[in-house]
């Protein structure tokens, strides 16, 4: 059964800095990790997207690495800025399944 | 863009009555599915549903619950006699493919369903 687990829970980070968000995974045999960003009281919103046979995806500021073999994904966000601040999911799909299995989440506060 | 639409944004019932909770998905996807996220705990895998049939689902998708494609556009969750421990947010999402390409899910903006 596959569990994703993100650490910190939360994190505070003054505007302007580069911060990194961890994921990790205990089943490997994943097929895509995806990256979404929730605020208060609000849907999902998909951020980026990686295939088990790629080990980056970039979308503006944002950089999604994976490491299949370590059980591990990273959100690296780039000159941080006070609208970044959000709780931020990461969730795997296995093969043969259909279900994504989410984090807990980190959320992320940007001081201005 | 297109996008995965909710409605109602809010519902308040009172336990023991039934609930429909509907979702348009994007136009040209195939695969939809229902999570919820209870308050403070992580978003649940619920159910999906592809070719017009439950294609996986979880073991708190019971009896209790239901899905339907009534026509080309809706897709709709039913509750049929709510608990309190229904209380939670329910996300619709869809994707063009299910566990091969195209796989990137699209999430809807969320029911919040309060059984008081």
């Known amino acids: 059964k596959q569990e994703v687990t993100q650490i910190p829970a939360a994190l505070s980070v003054p505007e302007g800095e580069n911060l990194v968000l961890n994921c990790s995974f205990t089943?490997?045999?994943?097929?895509?990790l995806q990256w979404f960003r929730q605020d208060p009281g609000k849907g999902l919103t998909s951020l980026l997207l990686?295939?088990?046979?790629?080990r980056e995806q970039t979308s503006g500021r944002l950089n999604a690495s994976l490491d299949k073999s370590s059980g591990r994904s990273t959100l690296y966000i780039a000159a941080s800025q006070p609208g970044d601040s959000a709780t931020y999911l990461c969730?795997?799909?296995?093969?043969?399944?259909?279900?994504?299995?989410f984090g807990t989440g980190t959320r992320l506060t940007i001081i201005p | 863009e297109p996008e995965v639409t909710q409605t109602p944004s809010h519902q308040v019932t009172q336990m023991g009555q039934e609930v429909i909770l509907r979702c348009v998905p994007i136009?040209?996807?195939?695969?939809f599915y229902w999570y919820r996220q209870i308050l403070g705990q992580k978003v649940e895998f619920l159910v999906s549903?592809?070719?017009?049939?439950?294609?996986?689902k979880s073991e708190i998708f019971d009896d209790q619950f239901s899905v339907e494609r009534p026509d080309g556009s809706n897709f709709t969750l039913k509750i049929r006699s709510t608990k309190l421990e229904d209380s939670a947010m329910y996300f619709c999402?869809?994707?063009?493919?299910?566990?091969?390409?195209?796989?990137?899910?699209?999430f809807g903006q969320g029911t919040r369903l309060t059984v008081v």
């Open positions: 089943d490997s045999a994943i097929y895509n």
């Open positions: 136009s040209n996807h195939l695969y």
């Open positions: 969730a795997a799909l296995n093969f043969g399944n259909e279900k994504l299995t």
């Open positions: 999402a869809s994707s063009y493919g299910g566990d091969t390409v195209n796989t990137e899910a699209f």
């Open positions: 990686i295939q088990s046979s790629q």
């Open positions: 549903f592809y070719n017009n049939e439950i294609s996986e």
